[in-house]
């Protein structure tokens, strides 16, 4: 045997010893559901039937199962981006695309009104087998009263790089964090400052406010790196010119900017702390002339361990990895219960939740410590004794927001725009509300399917009607 036959012998004795170690694997480990490091749900084990071998759905979803759950298949993602980040020349700015945002053009009339009389209330079943929120936080250890917690963002008065950037996506790591940067127009704020007017016009004697939240690149980017994106603070000085018929515009972005040097945003995730939430609160205490609660008049706890967001998820950066977050939450006092359905295609009665904080969350999904994270619904009943209620419409950044709105209303209602399915203006009826507080990240503010959708939830995103939540439950046989 040659040398030419030992080495082709040896390379194919290798992978017949590879493929049958990882045959033997797939045969005996137990396959995942989800993926802690894309932050997704895997594909499920699809049912043999002849039908659909012989219609070939089988074995295209048994692909994609093995695809998602092959062993050892998160190392491998891990050592992907790993490679991927030794590609160029490395310097103290990285640049990630996950996309372009929308184009916008004017949005059509609204046609929408408030309804005359309200539909009657009827029994509906759930349909989409969601399980309500766990309930262990009622049983599990309290969470770390621990006062560490990462330094903000780097300021952007510190030195500026000597170095070049460029632009062709859209999230930007520099010193340890990482940023979205934002291209909203004028056009886009119109749009907007059009949708949200409207509920003001068509809500006779219901005071509308409104919040968009900026991106934290505004505060702390050097100005070389900021002016890649666009001023947020011309965009919220633009956007609050265009509001009409009394919609009281929060000013968040200067509130924000007088507390830039507190932890206000998460280096690694897309959301702001409990501190950014409430420098905005602040905001919508001027623009409500309410007296703010103070900071230290609320139990501070932290959730135990570290925290590694969605900005880490979609770009597994090192320096990221390396300097990851800690969740922090402050316990509104007031607060004597908290009910929620959690089904997006909605609910015929109120599950009662132990709290406003779901404290068992940990890890990558800390930040669903606030308001249970993205529900469709909620209802928060408290002793502030001010003889009105609140309609909070949010999108995930208001989950942080919403807690401390609870000490100047007796009843917090809270929405999250994208999964609440009945009309918005029926609950407002409904339950008297008095107040409507909507608030969006830029991002959703500027995107024309959230402003359609925010449009949208005038009427409901279902044909079933309202059902009236203080009703009895139904009585299981």
Request: hydrophobic share 35%; net charge negative; with cysteine.
């Amino acid at each position: 045997m040659n040398k030419k036959q030992v080495l082709c012998f040896v390379n194919l004795l290798a992978i017949l010893v590879l493929l049958t170690y990882f045959g033997m694997l797939s045969l005996l480990h137990t396959p995942p559901t989800s993926s802690q490091v894309e932050r997704r749900d895997l594909a499920a084990r699809p049912e043999f039937s002849l039908a659909s071998f012989f219609a070939h759905t089988f074995t295209h979803d048994f692909d994609l199962f093995y695809a998602d759950t092959f062993p050892a298949r998160e190392n491998f993602i891990k050592l992907s981006y790993a490679l991927e980040e030794q590609k160029g020349i490395s310097g103290e700015v990285k640049m990630y695309n996950t996309g372009v945002q929308e184009q916008q053009k004017p949005l059509p009339p609204s046609s929408s009104s408030l309804p005359a009389v309200l539909p009657p209330s009827s029994s509906l079943s759930s349909s989409s087998g969601t399980s309500a929120p766990s309930s262990a936080a009622s049983s599990s250890q309290p969470a770390s009263q621990s006062e560490s917690v990462p330094p903000p963002p780097p300021s952007s008065t510190e030195p500026e790089a000597t170095g070049d950037a460029y632009q062709n996506n859209n999230i930007f790591i520099y010193q340890n964090a990482a940023y979205q940067l934002f291209y909203g127009g004028h056009q886009s704020a119109e749009n907007y400052a059009k949708v949200v007017s409207s509920y003001a016009a068509e809500l006779p004697g219901v005071t509308v406010y409104n919040q968009v939240i900026p991106q934290p690149y505004n505060f702390y980017l050097p100005q070389r790196y900021k002016k890649i994106g666009k001023s947020e603070e011309e965009y919220a000085d633009y956007l609050q010119s265009q509001y009409t018929n009394g919609v009281r515009g929060i000013r968040a972005y200067q509130k924000l900017a007088e507390h830039k040097s507190e932890y206000l945003y998460f280096r690694t995730d897309t959301h702001w702390t409990a501190r950014g939430a409430y420098a905005a609160y602040l905001a919508f205490c001027d623009a409500a002339k309410v007296t703010p609660v103070p900071l230290d008049a609320m139990e501070k706890r932290t959730i135990p361990g570290s925290f590694l967001g969605y900005l880490y998820t979609l770009t597994q950066d090192k320096n990221l990895e390396a300097m990851p977050d800690t969740v922090e939450y402050f316990i509104v006092p007031g607060i004597t219960k908290v009910e929620c359905f959690t089904d997006r295609g909605g609910a015929d009665h109120l599950q009662t939740l132990p709290s406003l904080w779901q404290e068992d969350c940990r890890g990558g999904n800390s930040y669903s410590v606030f308001i249970y994270g993205d529900q469709p619904y909620m209802r928060v009943t408290t002793t502030a004794g001010t003889g009105r209620s609140a309609l909070l419409i949010k999108d995930s950044y208001g989950n942080a927001f919403a807690p401390y709105l609870a000490s100047h209303y007796d009843t917090l209602h809270i929405i999250d725009e994208r999964y609440y399915p009945y009309s918005v203006y029926d609950l407002i009826q409904q339950q008297g509300i008095d107040d409507v507080i909507i608030s969006n990240s830029s991002y959703s503010a500027a995107t024309a399917s959230h402003q359609q959708n925010l449009q949208d939830l005038k009427k409901g995103h279902t044909d079933k009607p309202l059902p009236d939540f203080d009703a009895p439950p139904p009585v299981q046989p």
